[in-house]
């Protein structure tokens, strides 16, 4: 990859602009650095506009390690490749491909941005990072800044359709020198990068206690909580305006606009989503014989990856997950994926997955209806015997 003298005359001509509109719409109070490039800027992410903020901290281009599904969108992925020339990558991976071109960046002396978690987060705190972050932190021997972005969860929530008035704050938290890196091990730049970006949203609200206001701050809420607590169903939560219940056993609560919930088991999403985190291993999966649905949503519209750039669609289709496959199926056609076959996945959006195979295919669903996603993501890893990622 080339840097383009456009993307540091694009970033003075439109940053003044971008950033004042950015304090006005989220109330951003965005501290400055004087950090000059080559150097990796490593962020927690909560919004979709969490690269702005970093990009606003600094004077030179970002060059952003991006999800491919942005690049492949017909016309705003050209435009955006055009202007400001990210590095797409596959959601669920990390690959050869992106390290070149990172590499590439860092030795025509750019600075390059990556969101580790590769995520936005979904209940407020931080989701699971890979440790190949710090492997490629020690490679590029260069400054590696941990950014902290503060305020953005609650201002819009990953799973909500609304988006609220809000205080973020962006900020430089701290820099790794390229000495320290030299002297620290792969697990100790590892441990220093998760505490160094690590961010909950619950904690920094216990201190801030402040009120996001807006309408309708529930809906949506099911593409998250995909687990009743009262009575152990799965997908059976619906929402409207400020309110969500179990459609299952009538169990219902309420959102408040300090990110709080009150009329059930628990007042916070971030506990919450542990509890359902362990209600699946609570399900003892593998013990469920093969022909058994574990999970069933209709709607799907289905995609197959062409390159970075481009995607074939490939129709509407349902989803059946099973112990030992993945079917995707309409009246016309059907996809099984063993679930050994499922080497990576990804979320896009609130209502979008991504699954990665070990023959290289790649298959983006997306469902027009508040599906959860992330429940997917989560049986199918359980399954697998793998870590929780988000």
Known sequence: M?????????????????MCSMKNKFGLVLEKSKLKPPFLILANHTTDYDAFFVAGAFKCPIYFVMSDHVSSIPVAGKLVKFFVRPLPITKSSLDA??????????????AVGIFPEGNKSFAGDMSYIKPTI????????????????EGGYFSQPRWSKTKRKAKIHAYVNEVISPKELEQLSIDEVYNRIVDGIRINAYEVQEKEALHF????????????????????????????????????????????????IVGGKFDRLDEWDRWQKN???????NKRQNDEVILHDPNWIVLEKINKYKNKKLGTYETFLFTDRLLIANKKSRIEIPIP???????????GLQISCS????FRLKNVAPVSALKYA?????????????
């Open 134 to 149: 710090a492997k490629l932190a020690k490679k590029l021997n260069i400054p590696v800044v941990l950014f902290h972005i």
């Open 2 to 18: 080339k840097i383009k003298n456009r993307h540091k005359f694009i970033k003075n001509l439109i940053a003044p602009c971008l």
């Open 279 to 285: 209600h699946i291993l609570d399900l003892n999966l």
């Open 341 to 351: 076959n499922i080497v990576g996945i990804g979320i896009e959006g609130t209502c």
């Open 97 to 110: 491909g992106v390290v070149r071109e990172i590499i590439s960046v860092v030795n025509q002396g750019g």
């Open 359 to 362: 023959d290289n295919r790649v």
């Open 378 to 390: 989560n049986f199918i890893w359980t399954i697998q015997n793998k870590t929780i990622r988000f």
């Open 213 to 260: 206001y807006g309408k309708k701050i529930a809906e949506g809420i099911e593409t998250m909580l995909y687990a009743c607590p009262e009575c152990g169903a799965i997908g059976t939560i619906r929402s409207k305006d400020d309110r969500f219940w179990c459609s299952a056993c009538g169990d219902s609560c309420t959102y408040l606009d300090n990110g709080h």
